[in-house]
């Protein structure tokens, strides 16, 4: 115009500070969550007679060896590895029935979709049929087994297919159309296109899966007759007597129950975040 060059605009978004109260709130959250775990460390660094002076006074004298021997007496180094297998195990299992299951009901490849989501929300709130799984690996001689367990585990997808399924609604569907007219199958198009787009997606059903894999407890002591195939959160039993307790120890074992949960999620927590996200956008 006139001989000269337009310039772009740029439109000027003014950055508003947070009211005060807000601050307040968030800082009043961070307190709730972080003053358990705090107590919980603060209580596992303590010697017993330390603890019984002061239950919840701060730490004076660091007793590194509560640690040592709470590994010991709980007998996790064998607990630490059956964990670890069906953790990966079970979660493997967990992500793939969220990848071939989310993706034809997004799609809609497979009638009734809206009845399958409901039936993915419907799962999240039911209880564990603890008998009918006990009788089902007791007829399929599974009973006391690690496959048998890391099969139950496995099928107990919880939120997976929704999320996956949620987040494949961000996957174009012309990707689909194109994939299509040059001949790729559908397996192929899932596990090659597919899986990859979705990796953020399937790492959160895998981490979630993941998480109630390490806690759980109560399904292990059902079909497990053999203690020696427990999970590591059955060796916190050993800290608990019939009359007291070693709270110390007690809290010592929690942290070595907890911290490869803690410790895999900073490393791998972008990877939940972006999953949730795209599920939500979807």
Known sequence: MNGQTARPVRARHRVTAAPWYL???????L???LFPLLYLVNTALKSYPEFIASPVGIVRHVAWGNFAE?????????YFLNTVLYTVAGATIGTFIALVMGFPVARGYIGGGRLWNTLFVLVLFLPNALMTQFQLLLRLHLYNTELGYILMV???VGIGPLLFSGFVQSIPRE????????????????????APLGRPALMTAFILQ???IWNEIILATVLFADQSKFPISAGLFAFKGTYSNDWTLLAAATLIVAAPLV??????????VNGV????KG
Request: net charge negative; no cysteine.
């Open 210 to 212: 993941a998480v109630w």
């Open 263 to 272: 410790l895999g999620y900073l490393f791998i927590q972008r990877y939940l």
């Open 277 to 280: 996200l795209g599920a939500v």
């Open 175 to 194: 990707l689909d159309e194109a994939a299509a007219l040059d001949g790729v199958g559908y397996w192929s198009y899932l596990f090659r296109f597919v």
């Open 154 to 156: 496995g099928v107990g």
């Open 70 to 78: 709470a590994w010991q007496k709980g007998d996790f180094g064998s």
């Open 31 to 33: 307190v709730l969550f």
């Open 23 to 29: 601050y307040v709130f968030v800082a009043l959250i």
